[in-house]
């Protein structure tokens, strides 16, 4: 059983950086992928970035290019999402999620795919 743990959410600035970390247990295949997704209040769950950690590509939603990095530390078991220059619509819950399939570029952003989930962790930006 795969175990997800989020941590690193916090309030800042527009402008400002914070780096999330998804700690990892449990065994995951060489065919697997981890992703953070993000929900605003009364919006639907949307991928942000998504991670082979094995093949060591990456996947990134276009809002947040140039601005947040997805990276791992197969050592640690532990997936990071580097988030810079952060603006106030960056707000919302954002959580870890992982599969046992190769991560792609025609269904990484779908939350159907995703068989474990952390708890979240909240981000807010302030103006």
């Known amino acids: 059983q795969v175990q997800l743990a989020e941590s690193g959410g916090g309030s800042v600035q527009a402008g400002g950086s914070l780096r999330l970390s998804c700690a990892v247990s449990g065994y995951m295949y060489s065919s697997s992928c981890v992703a953070w997704f993000r929900q605003a209040p009364g919006k639907e769950r949307e991928g942000v970035a998504t991670?082979?950690?094995?093949?060591?590509?990456?996947y990134a939603v276009d809002s947040v290019k140039g601005r947040f990095t997805i990276s791992q530390d197969n050592a640690k078991n532990t997936v990071y999402l580097q988030m810079n220059s952060l603006k106030p619509e960056d707000t919302a819950m954002y959580y870890c999620?992982?599969?046992?399939?190769?991560?792609?570029?025609?269904?990484?952003?779908?939350?159907?795919?995703?068989?474990?989930w952390g708890q979240g962790t909240q981000v807010t930006v302030s103006s």
């Open positions: 991670i082979d950690p094995f093949a060591d590509r990456t």
């Open positions: 999620a992982a599969r046992q399939t190769h991560c792609n570029g025609a269904d990484w952003a779908s939350i159907y795919g995703y068989n474990y």
